[in-house]
């Protein structure tokens, strides 16, 4: 398996602008989760999907935020509109049991 | 809600052993995971506890004690390259959901 595969790596975009990422977790895994990473607040859990349904939001920042995972290979992380304070690195990781495995993570800079 | 502590930054030379320790508070337990995060890179998993005692992987040995909400990581023959962030994570019984600590910096120094 290639691991959790995350789209794209890096992305600078305007302030305002809609922000789309992407995560195709490990096969097999029933869990997934999307985090961000700052200096200031360190690795924040976003929102936690269990055989595709969320089952936990309370880490989405606010409106602007969404997530979906339409089947078991795909999940989305979408801000609109997007802001200079999402600047961060977002991670998505898969787990089934014990061991949750990360995607290398995509650079978010808003400017 | 969730809340787990451990030391914000640890400093050894190579050849010695270092111990990170993690406390937590959980609504419900289901297992303790430790996780290396180089600069610039993704968290990878090292090792999982789920019941009491120690868990030995090459080098690096995890412990747990739930009825202390503790458990530690214990680095040995400490390498350079092991100056990385080291995390502590649970896994919330009730929403099954995985909780990071703030995580410890280890700098490994010649």
């Known amino acids: 398996d290639a691991g959790v595969i995350q789209s794209p790596r890096h992305e600078v975009t305007e302030m305002g602008q809609e922000v789309t990422l992407r995560c195709k977790p490990i096969?097999?895994?029933?869990?997934l989760f999307w985090y961000r990473q700052t200096m200031m607040r360190g690795l924040e859990l976003l929102i936690y999907f269990n055989n595709n349904v969320p089952i936990d939001d309370s880490g989405m920042p606010e409106d602007r935020f969404s997530a979906k995972m339409p089947n078991a290979s795909f999940s989305t992380l979408k801000i609109q509109p997007s802001e200079p304070r999402d600047s961060a690195v977002y991670f998505c990781?898969?787990?089934?049991?014990?061991?949750?495995?990360f995607g290398q993570g995509t650079r978010l800079t808003v400017v | 809600g969730q809340s787990l502590e451990q030391p914000s930054e640890v400093t050894a030379v190579e050849g010695a052993i270092v111990q990170i320790n993690c406390t937590y508070q959980?609504?419900?337990?289901?297992?303790l995971s430790w996780y290396q995060q180089h600069d610039g890179g993704a968290p990878t998993f090292l090792s999982y506890n789920a019941l009491d005692g120690l868990e030995e992987t090459g080098r690096f040995s995890s412990f747990l004690s739930r009825s202390d909400s503790y458990g530690y990581l214990l680095l040995q023959e400490l390498q350079m390259k092991d100056s990385a962030s080291y995390f502590c994570?649970?896994?919330?019984?009730?929403?099954?959901?995985?909780?990071f600590g703030t995580g410890t910096r280890l700098q490994v120094f010649p």
């Open positions: 990781a898969s787990s089934s049991v014990g061991a949750a495995f």
């Open positions: 959980t609504s419900g337990f289901y297992g």
């Open positions: 994570a649970v896994r919330d019984g009730r929403a099954d959901k995985l909780i």
């Open positions: 096969s097999g895994h029933n869990s």
